[in-house]
């Protein structure tokens, strides 16, 4: 029998066990031999970055299976913070995850917190998307552990919302203040959060504002630890919200959570008491599917509003092998995405994107919508959504360009980004001249009539001059689209001379 001191670990076999993602062989070195978990730790230095981001995966491996001790933790902190700055981006978002992982799983002492702190806060104030929300997720953690911690950088994260930073590094804050508030047992540290996200309504622009009031939404939740003093704040700052178009839906749903969980003088504008809460303590994880099989879908979207746990078991329900299941797991995300947090979002992405794809049109519909309030809500989610809208027009499967349009016309009108709007136009433009997919683009382009005053004149001279070619093809079937498009483009290019001249 070959003991510890007399194996033979060769650092090119470990490497090539990475590259060949025999990350379990590498698992078990490294965890039973000393000599195997230096050569990883140095393989965290490989020039390939491939081998850099799988010494991690094996790391994680080593922290999921209780196998990283305080010593090794020791000895492998300071590579995974440095690899946080990697030039490979993959390889960053690989070691913030890790970070996040350690956060969760281990104690750390004060100088490891101290350290690990420091180095999320340089990831979110780079403001690059998906980096800098994971690095949020960290920050909230360990905010919601360390109270001193927490005391430290609250004010720095405000300062991050106020007008004239970049929007990934505003969102980024927003959700490390989310995530620190919703995690901890200090109602001190819930309260300031609260207050100071309600104070920020009054200085922020419209794309801050949506932002808080999502987030105060989610934090409500937890009206045991607000003060009636704070929650009265809420109440009149986002009160005069409701006669903002933009804002109008976020501060209903604001102004409705917290007249649910407590009564309130609307004169004076003050809560007066709490209200019980729906009868959801009587409930464990152990009674969602049975309530799912009852129809009360409603209370298990309230529990998983108030414990991550049930979340969780939502997100393993979306992959189930019964159907029914898998649709009841779409409609609780879809009420709760807000409460997801950038890692629990980016996770469900694949399986909504094969939503997409569903024969049946409510689970079209709905994973359309998630997609686009996940896009809004999540700045990393942009990347993934574009990608997944080109590969289904490429497929030039009729239901997946119908799949698609969809999520475009829900992005147009929960986002209203130019750019989309307009790329969804010109995409249209090709998909007008093929006999099969004339209707479902006509129909798109019906749906998203309200969009066009928005768009530049050679578009729409484009858009026009296209609706006129394809005029009395399909024995007119589509005519009274055509030509009401074709109505509703002329007059706007009129209207615009005439303001010109």
């Known amino acids: 029998m070959v003991s510890h001191s007399e194996i033979v670990i060769n650092k090119n076999a470990l490497r090539q066990d990475l590259r060949a993602w025999r990350l379990h062989d590498v698992l078990e070195l490294a965890s039973k031999y000393d000599k195997g978990f230096k ?22 491996d080593m922290i999921k299976n209780n196998l990283l001790d305080a010593k090794k933790l020791k000895l492998v902190l300071d590579k995974i913070i440095k690899l946080t700055k990697d030039d490979d981006e993959r390889v960053s978002l690989t070691a913030i995850e890790t970070l996040n992982l350690i956060l969760d799983k281990i104690e750390l002492t004060p100088e490891d917190y101290e350290k690990v702190t420091n180095s999320l806060m340089k990831v979110l104030k780079s403001g690059m998307p998906i980096l800098s929300e994971y690095a949020a997720e960290g920050l909230g953690t360990i905010g ?7 005391s430290k950088i609250i004010g720095w994260l405000f300062s991050l919302i106020k007008p004239g930073q970049k929007r990934e590094v505003q969102s980024a804050a927003i959700t490390a203040l989310t995530e620190m508030a919703y995690k901890t047992k200090n109602k001190k540290i819930i309260d300031r959060i609260v207050k100071g996200m309600a104070e920020a309504l009054d200085e922020s622009d419209a794309y801050v504002q949506e932002k808080i009031l999502t987030s105060l939404e989610r934090l409500i939740t937890r009206k045991e630890m607000i003060s009636k ?22 501060a209903d749903m604001v102004i409705s959570r917290i007249m649910r969980v ?47 746990q049930v979340l969780e078991k ?22 709760t995405v807000p409460y997801l947090g950038p890692t629990r979002a980016y996770s469900v992405l694949p399986v909504l994107g094969e939503f997409l794809k569903s024969k049946n049109k409510w689970v079209r519909d709905t994973a359309g919508r998630v997609l686009a309030e996940m896009y809004a809500y999540y ?81 729409l001279e484009q ?25 509703v483009i002329s007059e706007i290019l009129k209207k615009r001379e005439s303001a010109q001249s």
Not at 229 to 245: A, G, I, N
Not at 406 to 418: A, C, H, P, Q, S
């Open 39 to 60: 050569i990883l730790m140095e393989l965290l230095d490989d020039y390939d970055s491939a081998i850099r981001k799988n010494a991690l995966y094996v790391i994680q």
């Open 144 to 150: 919601a552990k360390i109270a001193i911690i927490a």
């Open 229 to 250: 003093q704070t929650l009265s704040l809420v109440f009149r700052k986002v009160r005069p919200l409701l006669r903002d178009k933009k804002l109008k839906d976020k």
């Open 262 to 308: 407590a009564k309130v003088d609307e004169q004076k504008q003050e809560v007066l008491s709490f209200k019980p809460q729906l009868d959801i303590e009587r409930y464990s994880i152990q009674d969602v599917e049975r309530l799912l099989d009852s129809g009360k879908q409603e209370i298990v979207v309230e529990m998983a509003k108030h414990d991550p």
């Open 314 to 335: 939502i997100i393993d329900l979306l992959n189930s092998e019964e159907y029914t299941r898998r649709i009841d797991a779409l409609w609780v995300i879809s009420r």
């Open 379 to 459: 700045e990393g989610v942009y990347h993934y959504v574009l990608s997944l809208i080109e590969l289904l027009i490429k497929s030039q499967r009729k239901e997946d360009i119908e799949g698609a349009l969809l999520l475009l016309k829900e992005l147009n009108d929960k986002v209203g980004d130019l750019r989309l709007i307009r790329g969804s136009i010109s995409l249209v433009l090709d998909l007008l001249d093929k006999d099969n997919l004339r209707g479902t683009a006509l129909s798109f382009l019906a749906q998203q009539a309200h969009h066009l005053l928005r768009l530049d004149k050679e578009t």
């Open 463 to 487: 858009l026009l001059e296209k609706l006129n070619q394809i005029k009395g093809k399909d024995k007119g079937i589509y005519e009274e689209i055509i030509n009401s498009l074709i109505d």
